[in-house]
Nanobody, 125 residues
Framework: QVQLVESGGGLVQAGDSLRLSCAAS????????MAWFRQPPGKEHEFVAI????????YYADSVKGRFTISRDNAKNLVYLQMNSLKPEDTAVYYC??????????????????WGQGTQVTVSS
């Protein structure tokens, strides 16, 4: 099992920056990739970004490309999501997720095995 705990959410103004962290514990050696998803109010979960644990290769949703950066610290089992130029439409609960295997459809929730409890990010206009 892998446990994931997110932190760093909060209330910010449009244009501000925020950094989310996700701490992984347990059988972290089994992780192939880690990702961030979000769920805006009244909407479905949506993919934000993914990073492959060993190679560091990253992919982003078009809506955050150029504004968000996903990174990891393998030694500390931490994944970060640096969010810049935040917009009100970025308001959501942000979830950290971990996958044990490679899937080409990295934006699908069903391909992830472990999830954190989520952290709220609210961006005011």
């Amino acid at each position: 099992q892998v446990q994931l705990v997110e932190s760093g959410g909060g209330l910010v103004q449009a244009g501000d920056s925020l950094r989310l962290s996700c701490a992984a514990s347990g059988r972290t050696f089994s992780i192939y990739a880690m990702a961030w998803f979000r769920q805006p109010p009244g909407k479905e979960h949506e993919f934000v970004a993914i990073i492959r644990w060993n190679s560091g290769i990253t992919y982003y949703a078009d809506s955050v490309k150029g504004r968000f950066t996903i990174s990891r610290d393998n030694a500390k089992n931490l994944v970060y999501l640096q969010m810049n130029s935040l917009k009100p439409e970025d308001t959501a609960v942000y979830y950290c997720a971990a996958a044990r295997n490679y899937y080409s459809a990295y934006d699908l929730r069903l391909n992830y095995d472990y999830w954190g409890q989520g952290t709220q990010v609210t961006v005011s206009s």
